[in-house]
């Protein structure tokens, strides 16, 4: 089950991060703000993971630095933040994916470790995290070329439903065999099939209710 954020702000303690989840496109600028609103400065550690099994729990990421390839990055990769003060992180695309693949930009405030002689502008040796968390990307094909599609089968004595477009598509109100619904939303992405483990499963899929049956 993943978490099918909005885009409105979030606020964990004193860091205010909006949006909350952001759709990015090639060729075309997208930031996401963050907010101290304490009355104290803030260290921000940014890091950018890709999501290996979109649609999965738990998730399963992948940090960009092993990545091969990376076509996604976020800049900085540290902040300071004065009180109220607000700043921006940058999001590029690399490429135009053919496929929609989902990240997580983990946003998360540091307390430094007060070193001997260190340079007083400088983050030297974060210490200790406090609460952080991961802002939604995901980074899209353009709209004139997204497509959704999907598939069933019988497997391992369940329904399988795989994604056969190229951006995720909205399961909710699932429901196996007589059960009441035993999830309210989940997301079906290209490459990452769902099992439902009984033979008889109803759902809605983007908002049309369906019946599928492996007796």
Known sequence: LIFLGSSL???????????ASLKVYNNHEHMVNVRN??????????????VINPGIEPEEKLAMSQIDHPTLLASPDKLTLG????????????????????????????????????????????????VGYGVLIRHMPPPELQRTGWT???????VSLENTGNVRMVLSDIAVGSHLPIRSKV????????????????????????TLDCN
């Open 9 to 19: 702000a979030r606020a964990e303690g004193e860091l205010m991060v909006m949006p």
């Open 83 to 130: 009180p109220g003060q607000s700043r921006s992180i940058s999001l590029k695309s690399l490429v135009e994916p053919s496929v929609e693949a989902l990240y997580r930009l983990y946003i998360v405030p540091v307390r430094a470790m007060e070193v001997e002689n260190a340079p007083k502008d400088k983050i030297t040796a974060p210490m200790s995290v406090s």
């Open 37 to 50: 609103v304490g009355d104290e400065s803030m260290y921000l550690s940014i890091t950018l993971q890709k």
């Open 152 to 158: 069933h089968h019988c497997a391992g004595g369940g």
């Open 187 to 210: 997301a079906l992405f290209p490459g990452t099939p769902q099992l439902f483990a009984g033979k008889h499963v109803s759902l809605s899929i983007n908002d049309v209710q369906q």
